[in-house]
Antibody, heavy 121, light 111 residues
Framework: EVQLVESGGDLVQPGGSLRLSCAAS????????MNWVRQAPGKGPEWISY????????HYADSVKGRFTISRDNAKNSLLLQMSSLRAEDTAVYYC??????????????WGQGTLVTVSS | QSVLTQPPSVSGAPGQRVTISCTGS?????????VHWYQQLPGTAPKLLIY???NRPSGVPDRFSGSKSGTSASLAISGLQAEDEADYYC???????????FGNGTKVTVL
């Protein structure tokens, strides 16, 4: 069974940092692009970052560019999101989601169950 | 404001057919980029419903169908059932933003 499990969500103060992890299983992780998508309370999903299967190509939404860093460890079937300079508007459930292929403008399937990040003093 | 625009809500009686529109622009749907649809049940992660405009993943009932024309796409649910009550989101890629974009979402209510 294809499975994605996020962890690392927490309550953090504005300006703080946090690292999210996503553990993948049930598929050849190194063969797929991966994404982080977040959903603020009561809002729709917002894509924030993409990484190709090899890790060579990365992209960010303007809302997180320069503050968040996506990376992956194909040997450990793991996707990471390093978040810094966190703001109240970063409060959301963060999902990792698999792309449909190694690279490209694909759909997201499946999604993990999400991990909650709350930025508040 | 979302790049892809959906109606906030649609409703229908059991057994009826409802449609959800997703309107984009020349930098996303109108540029020939594919549209995908997700269903989100309360308290759960979004689930892929339609990919590449009109394709259903394995396990998705054929009551769900998708189409695309010009700068818009549509999701149709026929034979509406109580378990279809959920939020539905369209998604594409925007070449101007160089990123993936979602619609603002449509809440489907079964009367």
């Amino acid at each position: 069974e294809v499975q994605l499990v996020e962890s690392g969500g927490d309550l953090v103060q504005p300006g703080g940092s946090l690292r999210l992890s996503c553990a993948a299983s049930g598929f050849t992780f190194s063969g797929y692009s991966m994404n982080w998508v977040r959903q603020a309370p009561g809002k729709g999903p917002e894509w924030i970052s993409y990484i190709s299967s090899s890790g060579v190509s990365v992209h960010y939404a303007d809302s997180v560019k320069g503050r968040f860093t996506i990376s992956r460890d194909n040997a450990k079937n793991s996707l990471l999101l390093q978040m810094s300079s966190l703001r109240a508007e970063d409060t959301a459930v963060y999902y990792c989601a698999r792309g449909a292929s190694a690279a490209g403008f694909n759909w997201f399937d499946p999604w993990g169950q999400g991990t909650l990040v709350t930025v508040s003093s | 404001q979302s790049v892809l625009t959906q109606p906030p809500s649609v409703s229908g009686a059991p057994g009826q057919r409802v449609t959800i529109s997703c309107t984009g622009s020349s930098s996303n749907i109108g540029a020939g980029l594919d549209v995908h649809w997700y269903q989100q049940l309360p308290g759960t992660a979004p689930k892929l419903l339609i990919y590449r405009n009109s394709n259903r993943p394995s396990g998705v009932p054929d009551r769900f169908s998708g189409s695309k024309s010009g700068t818009s796409a549509s999701l149709a649910i026929s034979g509406l059932q109580a378990e279809d009550e959920a939020d539905y989101y369209c998604q594409s890629y925007d070449s101007s933003l160089s990123g993936f974009v979602f619609g603002n979402g449509t809440k489907v209510t079964v009367l």
